[in-house]
């Protein structure tokens, strides 16, 4: 019997630490879980900011978008009412810097005929 009672204050006290060190292991965990829930939750956060973000950059592309669209009509619709005009203006500015005829077709886009009547109308000889 004299025995008995050491052994069982050994157990007991055995016991006593294995339960104070379930407990601060159960305390480390439930640590770990709060800041896996808080990463978790910035996390979310962080994702629904950048869906909002591409929202608004696909809002800004569709109107970017849109604009061209405007401005390729009103290009097209500037070229219908002055067909032909852009090259004329160019080749009449090059013909007064001295280009020469073959300079203007290869340019410009004019057949030879509409060089040369440029050439002679604008050239420098026309001028002075």
Do not use: F
């Not at 629904?48 to 608004?56: F, Q």
């Amino acid at each position: 019997m004299n025995l008995l009672l050491p052994i069982l204050l050994v157990l007991v006290a055995l016991l006593v630490l294995v339960q104070v060190w379930q407990y601060r292991m159960l305390r480390r965990l439930e640590y770990r879980l709060r800041e896996q829930g808080r990463r978790t939750r910035m996390l979310t956060d962080d994702m629904g900011s950048l869906a909002r973000a591409a929202l608004g950059a696909g809002d800004s592309l569709l109107r970017v978008e849109q604009q061209m669209r405007r401005l390729a009509e009103r290009q097209d619709q500037a070229e219908l009412h002055n067909p032909g005009e852009r090259p004329y203006s160019q080749a009449i500015r090059l013909v007064r810097k001295g280009t020469t005829i073959e300079d203007l077709v290869s340019t410009c886009g004019l057949t030879r005929g509409e060089a040369e009547l440029i050439a002679m109308l604008h050239g420098a000889a026309a001028q002075g």
